[in-house]
């Protein structure tokens, strides 16, 4: 064979290795992205606790440690307390600002990586822990806390690409820890938005006063029973506090009248769930918490009030504050009569399933009576 011949069979060869070399870095990198974009994927939705979480189970499985402690700054000191930990962080820990791993992490922005802590001054942070890695939570605005991870099952110490990973992991949990907290806050002010509604109902008559809020304890607990998922949940604990909330416009007259009310008094009262749903007609987003308040007397069997709506064409928001409607009115005082002792209230809520009730949303109330009234 040819000198010329060897060598290029050896380029070729080296071309080979370099080119699988290559292919096992880029298989690499790529699933390290698809890790990472599956795990930014699954916070998008959550509440701060789930977040942490789920971040906890990532950075253990995936850099295989057995400690790691999801530390978050307190809106109102200057500490970070500990959310969620694993291993030997203890659950309880807050960590003051100070010349600590802590907060050198979170004002320098940067990761601190130590291979033995115990030989730094920083020793007494986690006297059990030897390889240490904290990595900053920095969202697009602010700081929100760190990220403290130790203990590698297989006892190595950290790798420049495990805290490159960290990093990357961070960056994302970041940004969903803080979307989360602008989402509390303004779930935080659109809640105190509504209960100035329902103070601005029930302080129009005592007799309703309380009921807004039972109204909505009973339909949560039937919402739980049915298994409805937490956004249903959340919407229908908006419905059940402003179901009444046309009744703004009925005048304090017939609220208060004792006695039967005259024909066109009850065509007055009987216009709140329209009047209610129309002030909130705005909220396009709240669709079904609207149509929830506009239906909440029709009844199952078609004979309701306004629009005659038949069973499942009610909505089910509206069909299970009905049910909690009725046997809050049920269980108390009007001005134009005693209330009802539970079991008698309970009764009727029977006789009356199937024809003003949807049945599967009374049987769901009796399955949680108990826990309701013990
Ligand atoms: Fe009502
Ligand atoms: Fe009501």
Not at 136 to 149: A, H, S
Request: overall charge negative; aromatic content about 8%.
């Amino acid at each position: 064979m040819s000198k010329e011949n060897t060598n290029s069979k050896e380029q070729l060869k080296q071309v080979q290795k370099d080119l699988a070399l290559t292919v096992e870095e880029l298989s690499d990198v790529y699933e390290e992205i698809s890790i990472l974009y599956h795990i930014s994927q699954s916070f998008s939705g959550l509440t701060i606790d789930d977040i942490c979480n789920k971040l906890l189970d990532e950075v253990a499985i995936n850099l295989d440690v057995k400690t790691v402690s999801i530390l978050l700054l307190d809106e109102e000191r200057p500490e970070a307390y500990t959310a969620v930990s694993t291993g030997k962080w203890a659950p309880d820990k807050v960590i003051a600002k100070g010349d600590n791993i802590i907060w050198h992490a979170i004002e320098r922005n940067k990761p601190q990586v130590f291979c033995d802590i115990n030989n730094t001054p920083h020793k007494k942070i986690c006297p059990d822990l030897q390889a240490i890695m904290v990595c900053p939570l920095t969202g697009k605005k602010k700081k929100v806390g760190v990220i403290l991870t130790g203990e590698k099952t297989s006892g190595e110490e950290f790798f420049a690409s495990d805290s490159k990973f960290l990093m990357a992991i961070a960056s994302q949990a970041a940004l969903a820890i803080e979307n989360a907290y602008l989402h509390q806050e303004l779930e935080g002010f659109f809640f105190g938005t509504v209960m100035a509604f329902v103070k601005a109902i029930e302080s129009r008559s005592h007799w309703t006063s309380g009921h807004s809020e039972r109204v909505t304890r009973y339909a949560l607990a039937i919402a739980h029973q049915m298994n409805m998922d937490r956004s249903f949940i959340e919407r229908l604990r908006i419905c059940g506090l402003l179901h009444d909330i046309g009744k703004i416009a009925t005048p304090i007259e017939i609220l208060d009248k004792r006695g039967e009310l005259d024909d066109n008094e009850l065509i007055e009262v009987e216009q709140h769930p329209l009047t209610g749903s129309s002030i909130l007609s705005e909220l396009k987003q709240f669709r079904d918490i609207t149509d929830g308040i506009r239906y909440h007397h029709e009844k199952w069997d078609g004979n309701g009030v306004h629009e005659k709506l038949k069973g499942t064409e009610i909505p089910v928001m509206a069909r299970i504050i009905s049910v909690a409607d009725a046997f809050d009115a049920m269980t108390s005082d009007r001005p134009y009569r005693k209330k009802l002792s539970f079991e008698k209230a309970l009764n009727e809520l029977i006789v009356h399933s199937g024809k003003q009730f949807d049945p599967d949303i009374v049987d769901a109330f009796m399955q949680v009576k108990d826990a309701l009234f013990l």
